[in-house]
């Protein structure tokens, strides 16, 4: 029998850096809000590719208009990942999106500050905010966000994501807002290398100066990119199910992150959007387990990559390299 048998992935302890707030929804939560505010429930499942996804998402908004609401999604986001064994969360938000409820994209990431803080205190798991660009808005709104991202710096907003259709929206474009971030402190943390090929995660790391990639996994087919991700020690934040389910992969067997890890990249293993995808992160550490093959060496090497390759906090560092280790049975 495999040790990996023998090993309780739910005690790995983890970080989830690639997970979007509002689809961190937990089902029961999104259908008894719908009833409340008497809206239709947003269809979360059944569609095909990016563009159908994109149009669900927007979905989840409707029963977010009220603060409270808000409120409550963060609070049972951050206990359902304390549930999975994450110590670190890192939750993609938009303050943008809250306008109508907040007046301000400040006073909307000020909300958003002080739910993920008491959540976080309650549930034992240490929370930070990546402020995220919607790629497929004017570089003026993007300037905005990271502005208001850098003036929280240290103060719970980590770092500056950028998100939505890579097609057609080179990262290149959003240059301005992320040196504005970086001046900061806070890390670039860009997606690319989904729906776009290596050029997209070239973009990334060259022009957006990132410290980490969410998804990355096209960076397989350019062994020269592959090379240059290790050897800056740049992190990818995958996202399995998400590759199947956007078709950026057609089989998890086949997924290429066990090729990304033997090369030397750095990974972090993540759920994304997990209502509509349907895992968490415990979930997501299963399937790298059973169905793409990952040794407990190599989920113990993620879960670490998940938490030292971000800005959560030195004590906490240390904390879980040691937990980490003491897992697996041997050092990292």
Known sequence: MADSALRDLAALPKGHLHVHLEAAMRPATLAELAAEMSVEIPPVSGFSGFTAFADM??????????????????????????????????????????????????????????????????????????????????????????EAAAARAGRGVVSLGLANEERGYPAADFAPAFDIARAAGLQSAPHAGELVGPESVWQAIDDLGAARVLHGVRAIEDPTLVAELARRGICLDTCPTSNLLLDVVDDLARHPLPQLLDAGVRCSINADDPILFGPGILDEYVVAREQIGLTDRQLAACAWSSIETTLAGDALKARAKADIEAWLGEAL
């Open 57 to 146: 998402y927007q979905g989840l908004l409707a029963v977010l208009a009220h603060p409270q609401n808000l409120v409550r999604l963060i609070d049972e986001a951050v206990a359902d990942a304390a549930s999975d064994g994450a110590v670190y969360v890192e939750f993609g938000v938009s303050p943008q999106f809250y306008l109508a409820a907040f007046g301000t994209v400040e006073a909307a990431l000020d909300a958003h500050l002080d739910a993920v803080r008491i959540a976080g205190e309650r549930h034992g798991v240490e929370v930070g905010l990546m402020v995220t660009v919607d790629r497929t808005e004017p570089l003026a709104e993007a300037v905005a966000l990271a």
